[in-house]
């Protein structure tokens, strides 16, 4: 089960987390419906300014007795690319130019490995830490016992909410088949039913006038 945060809600965790280090994390997963992985798994390179969109190529994953690698996702359909609105391409600049000023301030001891999100190091950031700041904002913030698997779904149903085919909404997912997507939120979809039989007569009907319409000028002419 997840719980689905309202307009509100999400408003309000949102600004809490402004001036958090963290803030971007959240904003891209409210904005983009990615997994916590693939957003720890951003490069520089996978932000395309120009075009305004995030290309996911892999994800920071566990690896037991191992720890966090970047691994490529677990399916061809994960690999994608997610157009993103300005709002959000201006915080990733805004956070790029700190970045910048922060690795001429660290010099040496910065390790850079080209990630959107890293530690004041460099590296990546522990996964686990997200929760325990999440957990704190989300106390800050007064919202749901929200997780951040939560927000995904939040940002898919808004999306079923507005009217986007489910088709769409699976590809910017990332999901397998549009199937997957069809199981998680079909209960969400607007119901149709008593709409098909004015649907099916509405048809019928012009269809049937259409004829008419015909035989009459026939016996017209």
Not at 49 to 54: D, E, L, P
Request: net charge neutral; aromatic share 8%; hydrophobic share 40%.
């Amino acid at each position: 089960m997840y719980l689905k945060i309202s307009y509100d809600e999400i408003n309000d965790f949102l600004y809490v987390c402004k001036e958090e280090r963290h803030y971007l994390i959240f904003l891209l997963a409210i904005y983009t419906g990615m997994r916590r992985g693939e957003i720890l798994g951003l490069k520089w390179n996978d932000i395309d300014f120009s075009k305004g969109t995030i290309q996911v190529n892999r994800t920071l994953s566990t690896i037991p007795s191992v720890g966090y690698i970047f691994t490529t996702p677990k399916t061809i359909n994960s690999i994608r690319s997610i157009p993103i609105p300005a709002v959000v391409l201006n915080e990733l600049m805004i956070h790029k130019q700190q970045q910048e000023e922060w690795k001429e301030l660290v010099g040496d001891f910065y390790l850079d490995q080209d990630l959107v999100i890293c530690t004041n190091n460099g590296t990546a950031q522990d996964p686990r830490n997200v929760v325990r700041v999440m957990k704190r904002l989300v106390k800050s913030a007064g919202v749901s016992n929200i997780r951040f698997h939560d927000i995904r779904h939040t940002h898919a149903s808004i999306l079923i909410s507005t009217g986007i085919d489910i088709v769409k909404i699976s590809k910017r997912l990332g999901h397998a088949n549009p199937k997957i997507t069809l199981e998680f939120y079909a209960h969400l979809l607007p119901n149709s039913d008593n709409e098909l039989a004015d649907i099916f007569h509405n048809a019928l009907k012009s269809n049937w006038e259409k004829s008419c319409g015909q035989s009459a000028d026939k016996e017209g002419n």
